[in-house]
């Protein structure tokens, strides 16, 4: 019996902020791509916005939608993602947002407060997309 061996693709594009460490901006394994937590972090000033929640909500997704189009998807083939927050309080702010680029049939989420974020960030969120 052989083993299948599958090929990982580093993705990267400069539509979305580059690695702040170790770390590929997504890796491709077969048909799907396992994005790296996205900051809120504007590719063209390398910097947050400022302001509520939602703004930089928005910015995450923004990067993630340049890293689904780098592999050739778009977010409706998104079917995993996870939210990491510095404060569980923001949840349905970043819910109302997450709402504007996902629909129906949802991707399955998970969401978390944790401790700290890389550079002070109150957002971040991972997905895993399956090409075709």
């Not at 680029?101 to 989420?109: G, Q, S, V």
Request: proline fraction near 7%.
């Amino acid at each position: 019996m052989s083993e299948a061996t599958m090929e990982k693709k580093v993705l990267s594009t400069d539509k979305a902020p580059g690695a702040v460490g170790p770390y590929s901006q997504a890796i491709m394994a077969g048909n799907l791509v396992f994005s790296s937590g996205q900051l809120p972090i504007d590719p063209e000033t390398g910097k947050m916005p400022e302001g509520p929640i939602a703004v930089r909500a928005h910015q995450v997704f923004k990067n993630l939608q340049a890293i689904a189009q780098e592999a050739g998807a778009t977010l409706e083939d998104v079917v995993k993602t996870t939210v990491l927050l510095a404060d569980i309080k923001d949840f349905q702010a970043v819910n109302e947002v997450y709402a504007e680029y996902f629909k129906a049939p949802y991707p399955a989420r998970s969401a978390f407060q944790v401790a700290a974020l890389p550079l002070g960030a109150d957002i971040e969120v991972e997905a895993i997309i399956l090409t075709k």
